[in-house]
């Protein structure tokens, strides 16, 4: 995995900065996750990797699929990539764009996971309070799993907060156990 991600970044970089000087950061991150779930696609999958099939029509079919969803910048990222044989990356590319996206406008991603659903209030206060804390932008994603009992726990990239009664009973045991 590690490999398609070092292989892959020089390209997201690339597409990033044409994008940045030319205004189409939105667009071209849609573009990009509309490719990668293109080829996704266990049928695209296996026309891609398919040397019978000349990289034109390889790229006609993305194109056909894609049609005014790609930007320009999309269909030449994928041109070249097909052209090179790297259609593998694209989902690798589109991911590492969206992170020097985010990065840019100062936008963290996070998962919340509470032991049971948050309302509209509750998640508000948590992203509020996380964008204080950070000074950025948050774009929360919501997950509920029962076995944390109650509170909720926040994870930013590798950082976890803690905040769940599981992960405080947790804690106590550990600490009595020492």
């Not at 189409?24 to 490719?35: H, I, K, R, S, T």
């Not at 020097?100 to 948050?118: D, Y």
């Not at 992203?127 to 929360?140: C, P, W």
Request: aromatic residues 4%; hydrophobic residues 45%; proline residues 3%.
């Amino acid at each position: 995995m590690a490999e398609i991600a070092t292989v892959a970044r020089p390209y997201a970089e690339a597409m990033f900065r044409a994008a940045l000087e030319a205004n189409q950061l939105g667009p071209d991150a849609e573009a990009l996750e509309f490719a990668a779930a293109v080829a996704r696609d266990e049928t695209m999958r296996s026309v891609l990797s398919d040397p019978r099939i000349t990289a034109q029509q390889k790229k006609e079919l993305f194109d056909s699929i894609g049609g005014a969803r790609f930007t320009r910048g999309a269909r030449n990222l994928i041109g070249v990539l097909v052209d090179n044989h790297r259609a593998e990356l694209i989902g690798s590319i589109a991911e590492q764009f969206g992170e020097l996206k985010r990065e840019h406008e100062r936008v963290l991603q996070v998962l919340i996971t509470s032991a049971k659903p948050l309302d509209e209030a509750q998640k508000s206060e948590i992203v509020s309070s996380l964008e204080k804390r950070y000074s950025k932008k948050i774009e929360a994603e919501l997950a509920v799993d029962p076995q944390l009992l109650g509170g909720a726990r926040v994870q930013i990239g590798d950082q976890v907060i803690h905040a769940s009664v599981r992960d405080a009973l947790a804690q106590m045991a550990a600490a009595l156990t020492r």
